[in-house]
């Protein structure tokens, strides 16, 4: 059985940062993208960034870019998201998402749907 399971999340004040994890388990994740999105209060759930198998390919959102970074360990199945300077609209719920089924190309990263595996989250709260 599949598990995706998010941990890091919390409540931190305009400016400051936080270090999502994401720990998948249950199944070989080879050619694998892993994939964090977030959804706020009232909004729809938003793409916010994704990492290649390799590690050789990430992509962001444009209101992330600069500010998070994703990484991944394959040795232990696990996705990371470092955020820094992080903002009031930065305040969501955030899951991850591990892609098991092709296609593997740049647009379908950003498609939801298109992901196997979800996590049920974690909140991230962000004070002004």
């Known amino acids: 059985q599949v598990q995706v399971v998010e941990s890091g999340g919390g409540l931190v004040q305009a400016g400051g940062s936080l270090r999502l994890s994401c720990a998948a388990s249950?199944?070989?994740?080879?050619?694998?993208?892993m994939g964090w999105f977030r959804q706020a209060p009232g909004k729809e759930r938003e793409f916010v960034a994704v990492?290649?198998?390799?590690?050789?390919?990430?992509y962001y959102a444009d209101s992330v870019r600069g500010r998070f970074t994703i990484s991944r360990d394959n040795t232990k199945n696990t996705a990371y998201l470092q955020m820094n300077s992080l903002k009031p609209e930065d305040t969501a719920v955030y899951y991850c998402?591990?892609?098991?089924?092709?296609?593997?190309?740049?647009?379908?990263?950003?498609?939801?749907?298109?992901?196997?595996?979800w996590g049920q989250g974690t909140q991230v709260a962000v004070s002004s």
């Open positions: 990492i290649t198998w390799t590690g050789s390919n990430t």
């Open positions: 249950g199944r070989t994740f080879s050619n694998s993208p």
């Open positions: 998402a591990v892609k098991s089924s092709p296609p593997y190309s740049g647009s379908s990263y950003y498609n939801q749907r298109l992901y196997n595996y």
